[in-house]
Each structure stands twice: as C-alpha cells, then as structure tokens.
C-alpha cells in the first residue's frame, strides 16, 4: 500500500507542474488511446465471431441417426433403396446358408451396405473438414481453435504427420470392392466368423478384450468380436488406410476410383496374394457390384 501511494503521490505532483496546454495533451491522448482500445477490441470480437459463424456455416458436422437392428429371421433384413438408404446397421446378425445363392447375395448386400455408407459419410466428412483448413492455411487465414483442435485431433487418430499425409490416410474405398471383401471374407453371410462374430472380414486380434470365443490353432490370436457390422466396417478401413501394406493402394486410390484398377493393390489383404485380387474382380464384375458405388443414405436421417 505504501508504494502505491508513494507512486499516485508523485503522479499528483508531476501532473501539477504541467502547463494547461500539456495537461490538455495528455487528456487528449489519453482518450484517442481509449477509443483506438475499444475499436480494436470491438474489430477482434466482430473478427472471431464472424469466423465463428462462417465455420460454423461451412462445416457444421453432420451426425447420421443410426438405427440399430437385430436379425432373427430373415424378414428382419430391411431392403435398401440405392437412392435413399436407411442407415441400418445390425447388432446379431444370422447365417444366410439356408437362402438360394441369388436371395442370400442379395439379403447380404441389404445387411451390409448400410454400414458401409455410413462410415464412408463420415470419412467424406473429415476430408473435406481437412481440404477446407488446407486451404485456409494455404491463404494465410486464421484458424479457429476448434478448428485445430479437430485437426489435432484427426492427425492422431491417423498418425499423420502433415496435412497431406491425413488426406492420403483419410479416404474412402470404392462401395463395390467393400462389397466384394465382405462377401468373399464372410462366404456372403455364410461364415462362422460373421454370425458368431459380426465379423465380416475375417479380422484377427491377440487382443482378448476384442477376442471372440474363435481361437486360432496352435496361436494365442483370437477372431476379433464386434458390437455391430458397423463397428466391423470402421475397423476393416481403419486397417486399409494404416497399414503399410497398404501405402501403394492409398497412393492410387487418390488419382482414381476404378474398383477393378484399386482391386490390383489389395493383394496384400489375403495370402493368396494375386489370385485374392481376381477373386474381388470377379465377384464385382458377375455381380455387377458397381451399381451400388452411387448409392447415398436417406437425407432423412442425416442431421
């Protein structure tokens, strides 16, 4: 306290031996100095929430309401409608070996395409969140702190090193070569693996807190167990745009689309290597897996 009033005791007594004149400076100055403040503190408000409102307007992240279904029978499968799917996505899932083989291809596609569009939706989402801060960068525009922090946050999810790296990692597969996966991993619904499992890839683990009862011979690696074919859809692309083995096909992938032209950098997924890569362009090709890659999910339920 003492030097406080020490400190206004000496401004007392330096403003009293200033002139009029120097007196009216200093008052003058002081309150342009005071409404230079406010203005600048008024332009950065204005400033962030502009920003705010213009991210918000750009990217305001959509959620997609999930139904969540079990399968008893097979009148429990919901058909799709390619122009508007219903994101169903199946919790139990039963064997479709009792079904005539043009019946049973066509109730597995009903099971999993849903889930497919779903995580791509949400894939699709993030790249283009990515491109749009990629960009702003690139411009020298300011990022909001939710915007880095999203994009911290990605990075790490796909340990990604820089922007363009997370653009190669964080991508989406052509829907006929996921078809054409599933059916050849699960024997279109057939596999132990897939009823027992929700397990449509035929995905292991060492992990027991993801294990299912399924034990390899000879091996402490268990089948991996899912809560839902959605859940099984996440991590078969996690695996695809992480794995080393797949950096070719990644790299491809972002000059084209082509399933049958992609299917050629998948030998990797299976030992039998390059005959695992005639066996996807095949079951494409006869099934005609194509026509699903345009297909989109209900705007319905998209908020």
């Not at 204005?46 to 997609?64: G, L, S």
């Not at 066509?106 to 989402?125: A, E, G, H, R, W």
């Not at 790296?165 to 596999?191: C, D, F």
Request: with cysteine; proline share 3%; hydrophobic share 40%.
């Amino acid at each position: 306290m003492d030097r406080i009033d020490n400190f206004y005791r000496k401004l007392r007594i330096f403003y009293k031996r200033l002139s009029g004149r120097e007196k009216i400076t200093i008052v003058l100055v002081s309150f342009l100095f005071f409404i230079v403040l406010l203005k600048a503190i008024h332009d950065v408000r204005t400033y962030r929430i502009i920003k705010k409102e213009e991210f918000e307007k750009a990217f305001k992240f959509k959620k997609v309401i999930v139904l969540y279904r079990t399968i008893h029978r097979y009148s429990d499968i919901v058909p799709v409608n390619c122009s508007a799917v219903v994101p169903i996505t199946y919790t139990k899932v039963i064997s479709l070996s009792g079904l005539p083989i043009p019946e049973r291809k066509k109730k597995f596609i009903d099971m999993v395409l849903p889930s497919i569009l779903i995580v791509n939706f949400y894939i699709k989402q993030d790249r283009d969140f990515v491109k749009y801060v990629k960009k702003k960068i690139e411009e020298g525009k300011y990022l909001l702190p939710n915007e880095e922090e999203k994009i911290k946050e990605l990075m790490e999810k796909y340990k990604a090193e820089d922007l363009n790296e997370l653009l190669e990692k964080m991508n989406v597969n052509p829907v006929s070569i996921v078809l054409a996966q599933a059916a050849i991993e699960s024997g279109w619904g057939t596999s132990r693996f897939f009823v027992e499992a929700n397990n449509i890839f035929g995905v292991w683990t060492f992990n027991k807190k993801y294990a299912s009862k399924i034990k390899a011979s000879k091996s402490n690696v268990y089948l991996k167990a899912y809560p839902s074919l959605l859940d099984s859809v996440k991590d078969y692309y996690y695996s695809i745009n992480m794995s080393w083995a797949y950096k070719k096909f990644r790299l491809v992938r972002l000059k084209t689309n082509d399933p049958l032209l992609l299917s050629n950098y998948l030998e990797k997924y299976s030992i039998l290597r390059e005959r695992y890569v005639e066996k996807i362009k095949i079951v494409i090709k006869t099934n005609n897996l194509t026509k699903y890659d345009n297909c989109r999910l209900s705007p319905a339920y998209i908020h």
